[in-house]
């Protein structure tokens, strides 16, 4: 049996490895990468350009001669696949280091491209100085312009995840910033009450953030010197394009069935509408078990675990993947920020009746230190009082609270559930009603 996988990541190599644990002896587990760089996170990438962390190497996660000489995976290099050819079963593609051609014979095949970000049709945009954060090279180059030009003023457009990791890294290492965001808030999968604690948060550390304007284009001469938008031109030395993602899917054949976003649609068992094709990752779907639908939630978290239960199917152990509650979190200068299943305006839009209830509070004893805050916003059906979803924002204990909101969602736990749960106490940890149960304790 040969086991071929696109795509030597997260999704990837999480199959691989768990393909080289179950598979017979005899059978081959053959990785193409159109890069030359193997699992690595690139979650850490923000930090590298702070010095947070020291380079880029800190990040890759395991050598390509481990999946060669300790997991016996043939991992190549330079390998691009621009062709499947789902009758034959043989993928083909160019080696990207000398322009030859290649071709392999699969009996499993996994898709597991990730995504590429969106570089809208901008005038101006072959000038130096704009950058796009996904990739270890996008990264040293991001990091070359900024120690070769002395660039002090930076504009971000997109004020999502990255953009504001982005932000906070760039401050960090001294740069005026400027966020320019389409929208009216910060971070759209937050409801606006919470996303405003993100803007005071931003004037506080002096980042420039400017709302309801569209980048037309860049300006310069070589290199950018400004960005236009319908209402303004702004000078910077360095741009940052940050506004959404677009699933490696490109070259897949028509017949294989993908979402609105090019996503490739799967079965909880990481199979695709092809006898013998799994896909896995940012480029696959997601089920989002609020929504009860697939959605595209590009996140390592659901990378990792996508890609271990496609390699456990593919090489014979049934398992399904149930899905996601959209589980993500961020820090953005002094504060910690997560969100879990829908927001209220997602709430809304999807027809379901519910409320939402708010409670900032001290996330540890007030008697044992006053200096720390969260805010807790809960979403929940009005009939059943199940929970729909979270957003906590504060200084301390914030991931703590998610994941437990993140529990409760992928059980269809209640707000009842939830106040009356067994969670730890101790001064120095919560208080004696956990923020979480104070907030809850509002929906009785
Ligand atoms: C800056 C940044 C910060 C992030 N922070 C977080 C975070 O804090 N938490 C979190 O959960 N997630 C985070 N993510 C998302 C996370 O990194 C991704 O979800 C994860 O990497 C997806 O893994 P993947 O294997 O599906 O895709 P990828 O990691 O994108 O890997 C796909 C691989 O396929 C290769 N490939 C693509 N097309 C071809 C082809 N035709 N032929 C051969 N090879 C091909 C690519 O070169 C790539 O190596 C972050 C992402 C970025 C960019």
Redesign the pocket.
């Known amino acids: 049996m040969r086991y071929v996988i ?8 999480s199959a691989a490895m768990q393909i080289t644990r179950n598979k017979s002896e005899n059978d081959e587990v053959i990785t ?4 030359n ?2 699992s690595y ?6 930090y590298v350009v702070s010095g947070t962390v020291e380079s880029t190497e800190a990040v890759i996660a395991r050598s390509i001669d481990f999946f060669r000489e300790k997991a016996g995976i043939d991992a190549r290099v330079f ?4 062709n499947v050819d789902v009758q034959n079963q043989i993928v083909s ?1 160019t080696i990207l280091d000398n322009g030859e051609s290649f071709q392999v014979h699969y009996d499993r095949l996994l898709i ?4 590429k ?1 969106k570089k809208p049709e901008w005038e101006g945009n072959e000038l130096d100085g704009i950058f796009t ?3 270890i090279p996008d990264t040293e180059n991001i990091m070359h312009y900024l120690r070769t030009t002395e660039a002090s003023q930076a504009t971000i457009i997109g004020g999502g ?2 953009g504001l ?1 982005l932000a906070e890294n760039l401050i960090e290492r001294g740069l005026h910033v400027r966020i320019i965001q389409r929208g009216s808030q910060l971070m759209n999968p937050l409801d606006e009450d919470m996303a405003n604690l993100l803007l005071e948060e931003a004037k506080n550390h002096n980042i420039e953030v400017i709302f309801d304007e569209s980048v037309e284009a860049f300006e310069g001469e070589g290199a950018v010197s400004a960005v236009r938008t319908d209402q303004g031109t702004y000078q910077t030395d360095i741009a940052f394009v940050n506004v959404g993602i677009t699933p ?1 899917t490109g ?1 897949l054949p028509s017949s294989l069935h993908k979402g609105d976003r090019h996503e490739i649609i799967t079965n909880s068992y990481m199979e695709t509408n092809i006898a013998n094709i799994y896909a ?5 779907t997601q089920y989002h078990l609020i929504k009860q639908k697939n959605d595209l939630v ?7 675990k996508q ?1 271990m239960v496609a390699g456990l199917n593919m090489s014979g152990t049934r398992m399904p993947f149930p899905g996601i509650v959209g589980a ?3 820090k953005f200068c002094g504060l910690d920020i997560g969100r879990t299943g829908i927001s209220e305006k997602e709430a809304r839009e999807l027809g379901f009746d519910c409320t939402s209830v708010t409670k900032t509070s001290n996330p540890v004893a007030n008697y044992y230190d006053e200096t720390n805050w969260i805010k807790i916003k809960l979403i929940y059906e009005n009939s059943t009082k199940r929970l729909l979803g979270g957003q906590v924002i504060g200084t301390k204990g914030v991931d703590k609270r998610l994941d437990v909101i993140s529990t409760c969602l992928y059980q269809g736990l209640l707000t009842t559930d939830l106040l009356l749960l067994d969670l730890s106490y101790a001064p120095p940890f919560n208080s004696v009603w956990d923020p979480l149960q104070q907030t809850a304790k509002k929906t009785l």
Not at 41 to 46: D, E, I, M, R, T
Not at 280 to 284: I, L, P
């Open positions: 696109i795509g030597g990541d997260a999704a990837g190599m193409l990468e159109r890069g760089i193997y996170g690139q979650c850490g990438l923000p390998h691009e696949v621009t593609g597991a491209t990730g995504v970000p954060l996904k990739t995840f990255i990791e490696n070259f896995a990752g940012d480029c696959a590009p996140l390592g978290t659901h990378a990792n890609g993500s979190i961020l």
